[in-house]
């Protein structure tokens, strides 16, 4: 049985009066890929926001066993291992993707770490539209080639637990199918995912568990198989497929 690498506990999320997300219980084994599926405003982005940091909460985040609390904020996340990829992606447009790459290695460069170079060749092999536009200002990408980005810019942290939130907005389906081909290849790579994403039907394909978020709670979890086959999941978020 694989241990687990994140283990998040009733963990609670308000914005003022408002419960944005409740209780939410949810945990991702080493090496595992887990989904996070639901309606637009069901709390997926807040849930991955809170887990990372960004915002306040109650409850409890456990990280390789160890308690994560509002003074262990997201610099000290990210140099034990944890990397969120927002939905915005957040690049630094005026910069090149080679600089912009560069700094995603600062906080292993604050340990003492300078394979920044060799880590970004590792990036270029897994991302080789990069690699062509390394001297490219970031700003100039396109949509697909955006996401690379901002999924390799974190890898260069060399995470053990990646958050990718909607990876697929916005592209043409040749490309989600690479996206997501790519995160299958990084789990080899003993990278774990947790994937917040709108396309449910292909997020559960690579998954090993999904959660299915309503209203800022867990309204259906289980095995990815068994969700993707559950007809209530299939009605309200997969759709049925024709023959």
Same mark, same amino acid.
């Given at each position: ?44 982005? *807040?849930?991955?926001?809170? =887990?990372?940091? !960004?915002? @306040? ?7 390789? /066993?160890?308690? #994560? *609390?509002?003074?262990?904020? =997201?610099?000290? !996340?990210? @140099? ?7 939905? /915005?992606?957040? #690049? ?152």
């Amino acid at each position: 049985m694989e241990p687990l690498l994140l283990d998040v506990k009733d963990l609670n999320v308000f914005y003022g009066n408002v419960n944005a997300v409740q209780n939410i219980n949810l945990k991702v084994k080493t090496g595992g890929i887990v989904s996070i599926i639901g309606p637009n405003g069901a709390g997926k982005t *807040t849930l991955l926001s809170a =887990i990372m940091g !960004r915002l @306040s909460s109650s409850g409890s985040v456990y990280y390789q /066993s160890e308690g #994560l *609390t509002a003074n262990e904020g =997201i610099a000290y !996340r990210v @140099s034990r291992g944890m990397c969120l990829v927002p939905e /915005s992606r957040e #690049l630094f447009s005026e910069m090149t993707v080679e600089d912009n790459l560069q700094l995603g290695a600062f906080t292993s460069y604050l340990k003492g770490k300078r394979d920044y170079r060799h880590l970004r060749q590792e990036i270029y092999e897994l991302f080789p539209r990069l690699g062509e536009r390394a001297k490219q200002l970031a700003g100039t990408l396109s949509g697909g080639e955006r996401q690379m980005f901002a999924m390799g810019r974190a890898l260069m942290a060399r995470p053990k637990l990646l958050m990718l939130d909607e990876p697929s907005l916005d592209l043409a389906p040749l490309v989600v199918k690479e996206i997501l081909n790519i995160v299958v290849t990084l789990r080899t790579q003993g990278v774990s995912i947790l994937l917040v994403e709108q396309n449910a039907r292909a997020a559960l394909e690579i998954s090993d568990y999904g959660y299915v978020m309503e209203t800022g709670q867990i309204a259906v979890k289980g095995r990815a198989e068994a969700l993707a086959n559950d007809p209530q999941v299939v009605d309200a978020y997969l759709g049925r497929q024709s023959n």
